[in-house]
């Protein structure tokens, strides 16, 4: 059951971490980053390997990202 919903929660999560980043949130990238492990789940369940490296890439971009803003807009 939750392998048919999990790809609509990580859509969603995927959706509000691009809304809050536009808002200039930094804990946009705090999500975005939990919402990796989700991915990852995703790709490990699936077996999709080639997804991989973007997901390896998108938690150093959120982490970068974070780490960036943050020192303009403390949480």
């Known amino acids: 059951m939750i ?3 999990l790809p609509w929660i ?4 995927t959706l509000t ?11 946009a990238w705090l999500l975005g ?10 790709i490990s369940h699936s077996e999709l390997w ?4 973007t997901t390896l890439g998108m938690c ?3 982490i970068r990202n974070f780490y960036k803003w943050h020192k303009y807009a403390p949480i």
Do not use: D, E, H, R
């Not at 990580?10 to 999560?13: G, L, R, T």
């Not at 971490?17 to 804990?27: E, H, L, V, Y």
């Not at 080639?50 to 490296?53: M, S």
């Open 3 to 5: 392998w048919q919903i």
């Open 33 to 42: 980053l939990f919402n990796q492990i989700l991915w990852a789940a995703i």
């Open 60 to 62: 150093f971009i959120y």
């Open 10 to 13: 990580v859509s969603i999560i």
């Open 50 to 53: 080639g997804l991989l490296p």
């Open 17 to 27: 971490t691009m809304w809050m980043a536009g808002n200039k949130s930094p804990k």
